[in-house]
């Protein structure tokens, strides 16, 4: 015992640096020295912590005075601010706290403070919550949920409370300002007299940082838990239900935010089971929210078993619908046509939809990605999303700016990112998802954001100290090698796992985490299963979904229909997701298709191998630990990114009969051995892919 104690001390003084178990996130305390700040005449909880935050953070000048000022400034977009030499202007208070946590991180991360107007993109700035009354998360990675237990979950805590506003702290110092504190695939159960008293517990917590509370509702909630016989949107007793229950919700919460709907889609009921559209079914519920001022954020995550392509169901069954939604409704849809894979090309329904607001719904919850075990940073992933030009409206009409109101008159305009947040100390399960969660906030507010910066103030805030900000070897040694590590992880992950367009491969035996292209019990449902999205055959391998196939391509806007139909343009990175190619199809690189396959895979684990060696060339730079921890992890991605790719090489070789090119390193498992591994019953619930 003596000995690993001496150890464990021995390893915390190679850095010198104080241990840290991640809690305090991007928000570590620094030293800070005195600073009067004069606001508002009149006090209230947001203008309060403000203060509190400069007063606690302040790195400028020891003495100077920041005036806080609430403005009407035509220049200032909701709640953005100026920043001057007196201080903060805003046109709100939430503005107010934004521009003291945005003048913090510019004195923290060594920027200089001009005089600028920092406006956010989006309207309102949300992270959506999987989880379940219960306590647990679906698609969670980092412990039970923060909001919910299954235990005493009524008796709200001094330490649920604290939690709660650690937790509202991270997300006010992003400029995030909402929060869906339970799962899209909702219970009944939420719209309930006790649910609603922890709801309105949660939001009292929340309501100091600026973070309003929203709820996914389960469309049958009339006859579940109202009791009445049908829940059908236009029977009168329903629409006098909803409309009694949302005037409920703002008697205990009244900056409530309105609802979240998953609705005909994976088995959760919807207006479709009586015969009526999304529309219906939507509207029902923004008439009852709009006297309040709330929202509805629709998901169009739809897709049925019928139909060949699963990628062309969301578009073909909204894009009929466009300009008859009423304007507190906005469409929440998914970055890409299927489901948070590694890569995707953008949804279709960006930019296609011109008379109804859209919203990208990103997965900050590595679901497909590595979960809290593989570091992979996702900014550029969203920043690719986001700069898409989907030349709806001519060229330029990027997924930001068709959602962002620039192109289209829209009255409400928001972002929502689906929470990677749980019990765990770190809150996020790997010290690294963290920075998920900050650049999904920042690129909320900016969706014009550089991933490269968002790397390095997130590496700044998370790992630096004043006197390593200072020094030129941080920079060098620490800085420039981990933010090039940042930004090439998520590439890494597409390259050792779902390379040139493959997607939706992954097993579902262990919860989405490795390796699946075999995967399939006898009697689920095909589109539930990888073969039907690689479609691997003596042929070749890939989706055709040119026009000769789905003709999923033909919704993508010209240029990108002719681009993506050719497999001679169509981009690398999506051929497979296009098109079924033979195996020996002679790409742009002058390889055959099965070698440049390989050579990815095998990239993919060389990346990860390179990332364990700049991990560890940074440990004086780190403390021990969340040095260990990391290494740690890198150590089982770098293992499971070879699996991934023997896996995937060797089941694939069954039909190209081909062999492994010799750049690439020999498989060191069988095919037969890491299926046998992934032969456990299936862990998810029935009717859950
Ligand atoms: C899929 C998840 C599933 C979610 C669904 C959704 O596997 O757990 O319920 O998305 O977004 O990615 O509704």
């Not at 709801?199 to 940082?209: D, E, F, H, M, S």
């Not at 399960?429 to 920042?442: E, I, L, S, T």
């Not at 100290?465 to 030129?472: G, I, N, R, V």
Request: with cysteine.
């Amino acid at each position: 015992m003596k000995k690993i104690l001496f150890s464990i001390c021995l390893l915390g003084t190679v850095s010198g640096l104080r241990a840290e178990d991640g809690h305090q996130l991007w928000l570590r305390p620094h030293a800070s020295v005195p600073v009067k700040v004069v606001g508002p005449a009149k006090s209230s909880a947001l203008l309060a912590t403000a203060r509190q935050e400069l007063q606690q953070g302040w790195q400028g000048t020891a003495g100077a005075t920041v005036t806080l000022k609430l403005t009407k400034d035509k220049a200032i977009k909701y709640d953005g601010f100026r920043l001057n030499a007196q201080g903060v202007q805003a046109n709100t208070e939430r503005g107010l706290l934004y521009g003291a946590f945005g003048l913090l991180r510019r004195q923290q991360t060594g920027q200089a403070v001009a005089e600028e107007i920092s406006n956010p993109s989006y309207e309102y700035r949300l992270l959506n919550h999987w989880d379940n009354p219960d306590g647990s998360v679906e698609r969670g990675y980092a412990g039970q949920s923060i909001f919910w237990r299954k235990d005493s979950s009524f008796v709200v805590t001094g330490h649920d409370r604290a939690l709660w506003q650690q937790y509202a702290r991270a997300n006010a110092s992003v400029g995030l300002n909402g929060a869906v504190i339970n799962n899209v695939n909702s219970s009944p159960l939420m719209l309930s007299a006790a649910y609603l008293a922890r709801t309105k517990a949660i939001a009292g917590a929340l309501r100091p940082y600026g973070v309003r509370v929203y709820l996914a509702v389960k469309f049958s909630s009339p006859a579940l838990l109202g009791g009445l016989k049908t829940s059908d949107p236009l029977d009168p007793a329903v629409i006098k239900w909803w409309h009694a229950k949302v005037k409920e919700v703002y008697q205990q919460i009244p900056d409530f935010g309105g609802f979240v709907v998953k609705a005909s889609s994976e088995g959760q009921p919807g207006p479709q089971d009586y015969g009526r559209t999304h529309a219906d079914g939507a509207n029902l519920l923004a008439d009852a929210l709009r006297p309040y001022g709330g929202l509805v954020m629709w998901r169009a995550f739809v897709y049925s078993p019928s139909d060949k392509d699963r990628a062309k169901q969301a578009y073909n069954e909204f894009v009929p619908l466009d300009g008859k939604f009423l304007d507190n409704v906005i469409i929440q849809v998914k970055n890409g046509p299927i489901d948070f894979q590694p890569r995707e090309p953008f949804s279709p329904l960006f930019g296609a939809l011109k008379k109804t607001a859209v919203m990208p719904e990103f997965q900050i919850t590595q679901e497909y990605l590595g979960q809290a075990i593989d570091l992979v940073f996702l900014a550029p992933m969203w920043q690719e999303c986001l700069r898409s030009d989907t030349h709806q409206a001519g060229p330029g009409s990027t997924v930001a700016r068709c959602t962002d109101g620039s192109v289209y008159a829209q009255k409400h305009s928001a972002m929502a990112g689906v929470s990677n947040v749980g019990l765990d100390t770190n809150w996020t399960g790997h010290d690294f998802a963290q920075a998920n969660w900050y650049a999904f906030g920042r690129l909320a507010w900016n969706n014009q954001l550089d991933s490269r910066q968002i790397a390095d103030e997130w590496l700044k805030l998370t790992f630096g100290t004043a006197a390593q900000l200072a020094a030129a070897d941080w920079d060098a040694h620490f800085l420039a090698p981990m933010t090039q590590l940042l930004l090439a992880s998520r590439e890494a992950a597409v390259n050792y796992s779902m390379p040139l367009g493959l997607h939706h491969i992954m097993s579902a035996t262990h919860g989405h985490y490795g390796p699946g292209p075999w995967w399939g019990p006898p009697g689920m449902r095909a589109d539930w299963t990888p073969p039907y999205y690689h479609q691997a055959a003596a042929n070749g391998v890939g989706f055709d979904r040119t026009t000769a196939g789905s003709n999923a391509v033909s919704q993508y806007h010209e240029p990108l229909a002719a681009e993506f139909n050719n497999p001679a343009t169509c981009p690398d990175e999506y051929l497979l997701w296009f098109h079924h190619l033979p195996w020996d199809f002679k790409m742009k690189s002058g390889r055959t298709l099965w070698d440049e396959l390989a050579l990815h895979y095998d990239h993919g684990v060389r990346q990860v191998r390179q990332f364990q060696q700049t991990w560890d060339a940074a440990r004086p730079y780190v403390d021990a630990e969340r040095f260990a921890v990391v290494q740690n992890k890198l150590r089982t991605q770098s293992g499971n990114a070879v699996l991934w790719k023997d896996a995937c090489l060797l089941y694939f070789q069954q039909f190209s009969h081909l062999p492994i090119p010799a750049e690439v390193e020999p498989p060191m498992h069988t095919l037969e051995g890491v299926i046998a591994n992934d032969a456990p019953p299936l862990r998810r619930p029935a009717g859950q892919p």
